[in-house]
């Protein structure tokens, strides 16, 4: 099946600091996802980001289907962009019809 | 526009014991999922469901879970006996068609301690 990698596994930033969080996979793909899991388990959506690039105020996410990559950025980082973030793949039909979790990225914001 | 709906948010039961959860998606999705969270990992797919079928349960452990939805809609999953290590959270997900050519969209979670 579809492997999902994340990378770095954890991250500890100040406030105000910029980061770059990245998700590969193995093979095509129809479906990229990016996921915030705040402290209390909730999975908030970030991003359906298949290919192409995506912005949404300080986050932005570029997927490279072709190499199989996607980037999340996070600019003038805030205490509660604290969490795990996630990357999600899922291909349309057979047994890959699901999404595929990586490990996520741990990240930490400091005051 | 309401979200993914999951109950109880917590549940703490002794081992042995009998438990549910209850999902109710957001309205028009036909695909439902149930995910399972161990501390630490990413979530893993327990069964997905297009309508009221059962499409995908190859990772559900048939031996004590079940699962169903009535009328391609609302969903229980049950878990009985529960065991010690089946701990964890339980994510119910939905999208309005295959997750392979539509977004999904996750519930608060269930966050299940047998003791």
């Known amino acids: 099946g579809i492997q999902v990698e994340q990378s770095p596994p954890d991250l500890i930033l100040q406030e105000g600091a910029n980061s770059t969080l990245r998700c590969n996979f193995s093979?095509?793909?129809?479906?990229l996802q990016w996921f915030h899991q705040n402290p209390w388990g909730q999975l908030i959506n970030l991003f359906y980001i298949p290919s192409g690039t995506k912005q949404n105020g300080r986050l932005s996410a570029t997927t490279v289907a072709t190499e199989r990559y996607s980037l999340l950025y996070i600019s003038s980082s805030q205490t509660t962009d604290s969490g795990v973030y996630f990357c999600a793949v899922a291909s349309y039909g057979g047994a890959t019809n699901k999404l595929i979790f990586g490990t996520g990225t741990l990240l930490a914001v400091q005051p | 526009e309401a979200g993914v709906v999951q109950s109880p948010r917590y549940k703490i039961i002794e081992k042995k014991q009998p438990v549910a959860f209850w999902c109710n998606p957001i309205s028009g999705h036909n695909t439902l999922y149930w995910y399972l969270q161990n501390l630490g990992q990413g979530p893993e797919l327990l069964i997905r469901?297009?309508?009221?079928?059962?499409?995908?349960d190859s990772q559900l452990p048939k031996d004590r879970f079940s699962a169903e939805r009535l009328k391609g809609v609302d969903s229980t999953l049950k878990i009985q006996p529960a065991e010690l290590g089946d701990s964890a959270v339980y994510l119910c997900a939905s999208s309005p068609a295959a997750v392979g050519r539509t977004e999904a969209f996750f519930g608060q979670g269930t966050r299940l301690t047998v003791v």
């Open positions: 093979d095509s793909v129809n479906n």
């Open positions: 469901y297009e309508n009221e079928e059962a499409v995908d």
